[in-house]
């Protein structure tokens, strides 16, 4: 049973420094009001930033092994695709909603 | 299997020990059984909340009616002034705070601080208990206002099931992460971790490594509210 290398005191603080930012930086988006793509892409951006943080650092998969890595992000990640395949099927469904009952 | 090679072959070098680890005849993951099972549980539960996350987008996606404007919908009145998601805020601070005082404890634990340990876990309880406070709040708040999860008076009917499953499910999940929370600060506080004493519900030895594999789970309590945050609240 290996024992993985700890991080020091100060890497836990730095995150916890950066995850508090993040948060700030996340809620300014909304608080100032952006609109479109550009509000989207910050959104989307903040949160996989604090996601990656927690997960590599709080979670210690920085120190881990890859195939726990693997086990852990890959599955996960494969969601993606069916949240593109839903996100396609929504809007046929908002479009077919549209025509059918209110043209 | 230590490498110690310069960078180039270092990326080769961890893809060998990828296939090594799931080529060996032997156990896969180099770690504590509890904490590998703990990693497995959670990335069940991931899809559990990808299967609601996803579920909302399309739900959004498809609705005809416009969706209410979270920021209006979430905001507190301070001094006749509407701040949008100010609580929201206030619950995300307070669980990013609790994340910290998790990794703390963990790292107290290593250490085999019986004091520190317990402490922060219970701090870190503390904290959690006092987001499913809010969280409650803000429950109890739209229901008054009329928010059903058939209906409600601002916009689309399905902001409300969406709304009530996301966060009834991560509250719930919260919940039953202070509950052991306090368990463990117990049984840190009684010095049962550190001198091995057999649990009251499983009877397994008290070992301080559980406050890690307790500590991955609250991580990930805090990691789906930061996705709930974005897509729900945010977006």
Known sequence: ???????????????????????????????????????????????????????????????ERLAIVVTVLLPPGVLL???????????????????VFFS | MSDSQGSPSRLAGVGRDLVADWAADRRVFAMPWDKAMIWLFILSDVFIFACFLVGYMALRIAATEPWPDAGEVFALHLGGEAVPLLLIAIMTFVLISSSGTMALAVKSAHAGRRGATALLLGVTALLGLTFVGMQ????????EEGVRPWGNPWGAAQFGASFFLITGFHGTHVSIGVLFLVIMTIKAWRGSLGERRPGFMTRRRGRYAMVE???????????????????FYLW
């Open chain 1, 1 to 63: 049973m290996s024992e993985s290398a700890h991080p020091p005191l100060r890497a836990y603080l730095w995150v916890w420094l950066a995850l508090f930012v993040l948060s700030v930086f996340s809620y300014a988006v909304d608080y100032v009001g952006l609109e479109g793509y550009l509000k989207w892409l910050l959104i989307t951006a903040f949160m996989l930033l604090k996601a990656g943080l927690i997960m590599a650092v709080f979670m210690h998969l920085a120190w």
């Open chain 1, 81 to 99: 695709f069916l949240a593109a395949l839903m996100a396609l099927e929504s809007h046929y469904t908002l479009l077919s909603r549209l025509s």
């Open chain 2, 136 to 143: 409650a709040f803000e429950w109890t708040k739209l229901i």
């Open chain 2, 213 to 231: 594999s307790l500590g991955l789970y609250w991580h990930f309590v805090d990691l789906v509210w930061v996705f709930i945050f974005a897509f």
